[in-house]
């Protein structure tokens, strides 16, 4: 099924916002097996977006989904660019009115009076529910030279886009496929994307037909997306297991997770299941570690604080780093970063210290300890353990790169505690 | 001038990368007065990228800006398809071959076999200059129905296209524009749109033809634009001076910055420039606010550090925080968050500290003290102040809303002490 995604906005093609929407579509429609030919984004403006569908039509997309313009501004227009597209008018449905002033009264609000056009839809069109705001998806459908096209049509909040996408739409188009399409990723991080595949070469090589590997790289984490193509749902399901946890089984330890979720999230979990906690010493990474344990809800129970220990007294005072040991071996070394774990573990009444200290640069580099040079340590009372990394130039990279191996040393420290 | 933006790649296609080069491009185009209709990304594939270009051409684009596939691999097709959009040959350059061979040498590497196409140029074309990076950008030009079309090329990878588009491309297209358009940004903080535009109506009405303004709003910051359109340069340069200081008057104290700076670079300068050094106590940021102040190169030399104090007894053990006063206020309180913030000044040697304590959520509010509500505080040693805030039920949100409040409190109380 050949695709085209066309999101809508002003803000958008002037760059106030980050289009984020169409890397997530990008990618859930390529997993339900849609062959995404090109994206695309207009201003609000009925012809611009009426014409992209045009186009899309007459280039034979089978799928067209739209994006953004639901809501009940003046500014407003998908649905009457949709209409207007497929040569219908705009009707006023009473029953997703009753719906969405529902959604209102509910939250002790009045439906403003321009919260009716939400209640209209191109005729022929089905509306799909909207869990997590007022404005409905669409779908509609048309034979076009005689092949069906479905256009599908979401708001363009994330949040309300995703939901409508995951219990509507994209369950729809997995089943509309010629055969199935079924995928799983597998997260990893500590390995570059060369070396993971050289790692898993004799796997991937015996792949059988229908089966594909695709490698996402990111800052210190390579995601593997396996995907089975076939016509049998069972036989899909059963080679897309067994080649998945082929590739598991070969990469052990380097896979964190599988689907959606995130480093700090698994290691949340970990520290809960052992009933541990963990305190941060970070120098070089500035609090981005604390940042990222605590973006995760419930990080109260598994996570005591940090102390951000920029200054070599900051280091001495709260993390009781000897400041005769600052000066023979430097702040940026082994000896320091070990004890600022064990610091870390006292001071904040952790079970597990963890410490970063490095060069973040972009300048204060030597000869020795160039620009990017990291040390991590790990301290749980029975072990203590540093590592040596070596990053790049960039501060922003090295703080990110930095981040995510320390957490990572965490969770491969606590696999091995068991 | 319309124009029009073509993204190439896969990776952005299917998701694997957020397409962050078109808010630039789409920003940066409108400053200077590009009227960019619309913005598209297509594979790395020949006829895919040729049928965009002309596409664009047929609908009027005056310019087609191309970013993405000018990298020396296989996937590379983009100047074979500029050239087939254009019905011109791929030229091999000797001056650029010896400069990109340079630059490898320049670093220590050996120009690989692949990089000669990187020399390549569709005849016609003129070279613009990488000064990051190996590819050249492109700049060609023809006419079409009597009209001038304008063709830039440039890398995908954000800090090369960024900086030929800066040293190259933007000049050039400002000058190409009739008459000239200039534009100033201010950078505001700690009001929303809507309270920003009643305080500033009457300068807004006073506009005079030429002069616009946009509003651009992000996580508890807003961006004004102030752009002039004329035939003269001088009287437009005047014209937009004499706006935007009046504008700039009105709001006082809520405008941080001008420009592409950050609130957190503006918090360092107003530190540096007074000799002072910054401690945190943060409890509901979790490390947030270090991260940023720690983003900006040069911090260590006015940041001391931060505790992330998760925990009541790091609140009390770390920051010398009285448990009775946690015990009779609660951790969310103005007397705690003055406590800690007292307690990160005297802890961490620092001449101000500050303080976050909140209830991020999406769980733990009760009906007093509600998911969303943060207390900040601030002491320099003679001055306390703290700040009751009510955000969201959104953890992300909470967080980011609160450390920019944070920084600003920072920032205006630097600015009553002179």
Redesign the interface.
Same mark, same amino acid.
């Given at each position: 099924m050949t695709g085209h995604l066309l999101t809508v906005g002003d803000e958008?093609?002037? %760059?106030?916002?980050?289009?984020?929407n169409? $890397?997530? /579509?990008?990618? *859930?429609l390529?997993e339900v097996g849609v062959d /995404?030919? *090109?994206?695309?984004? !207009?201003?609000d403006v009925i012809p611009?977006i009426a014409g992209?569908i045009a #186009?899309a039509t007459a280039e034979g997309a089978r799928l067209v989904v739209v994006t953004g313009g639901l809501g009940p501004t003046h500014d407003d227009v998908t649905r009457a660019a949709v209409a207007e597209a497929f040569g219908v008018e705009l009707e006023f449905r009473e029953e997703l009115f009753e719906r969405i002033r529902a959604r209102y009264e509910a939250r002790g609000r009045t439906m403003p009076e321009m919260g009716r056009v939400m209640a209209e839809a191109p005729a022929g069109f089905e509306a799909l529910v909207n869990p997590k705001g007022s404005a409905p998806g669409l779908w509609g459908e048309r034979d076009v030279d005689g092949r069906r096209q479905v256009v599908v049509v979401v708001p363009g909040v994330p949040h309300e886009m995703r939901t409508i996408m995951e219990d509507s739409a994209l369950p729809r188009l997995a089943e509309r496929q010629d055969g199935v399409v079924l995928s799983r990723t597998l997260l990893t991080a500590g390995r570059g994307e060369s070396d993971i595949s050289a790692q898993i070469a004799e796997q991937v090589s015996g792949l059988s037909n229908g089966l594909t590997l $695709?490698y /996402?790289?990111g800052l210190g984490e390579v995601r593997l997306r396996l995907t089975a193509r076939g016509e049998d749902r069972e036989a899909a399901r059963r080679d897309l297991d067994a080649a998945t946890d082929a590739v598991r089984d070969v990469l052990g330890a380097l896979v964190f997770g599988e689907g959606t979720t995130t480093l700090e999230a698994v290691v949340n979990d970990a520290l809960r299941e052992r009933g541990l906690r963990l305190g941060?010493a970070?120098s070089c990474?500035? %609090? +981005?570690?604390?940042?990222r !344990?605590? +973006?995760v809800?419930? +990080?109260?129970a598994v996570?005591? %604080?940090? !102390? !951000? +220990?920029?200054?070599n $007294?900051?280091k001495a005072? /709260?993390l009781g780093v000897a400041p005769d040991l600052i000066e023979e071996e430097g702040a940026v070394s082994e000896a320091v970063a070990l004890a600022m774990a064990a610091g870390a573990r006292a001071?904040?009444?952790a079970d597990i210290g963890l410490a970063t200290t490095g060069i973040? %640069?972009?300048?204060g580099g030597t000869s020795d300890k160039p620009v990017g040079l990291v040390w991590l340590a790990y301290d749980d009372g029975d072990t203590q353990r540093a590592v040596r990394l070596q990053f790049t130039t960039d #501060?922003?990279v090295n703080?990110a790169l930095s981040t995510t191996a320390a957490l990572d040393l965490v969770r491969r420290q606590l696999l091995r505690r068991g």
């Open positions: 958008i093609l002037l %760059g106030q916002i980050v289009n984020t169409a $890397a997530w /579509l990008g990618e *859930r390529a /995404l030919r *090109r994206s695309e984004t !207009v201003g611009e992209a #186009r $695709a /996402l790289p941060v970070e990474t500035g %609090g +981005a570690i604390s940042a !344990v605590t +973006a809800s419930g +990080a109260s996570f005591c %604080g940090s !102390v !951000v +220990a920029y200054s $007294a900051a005072d /709260l001071r904040l009444g973040a %640069g972009p300048t #501060r922003a703080v």
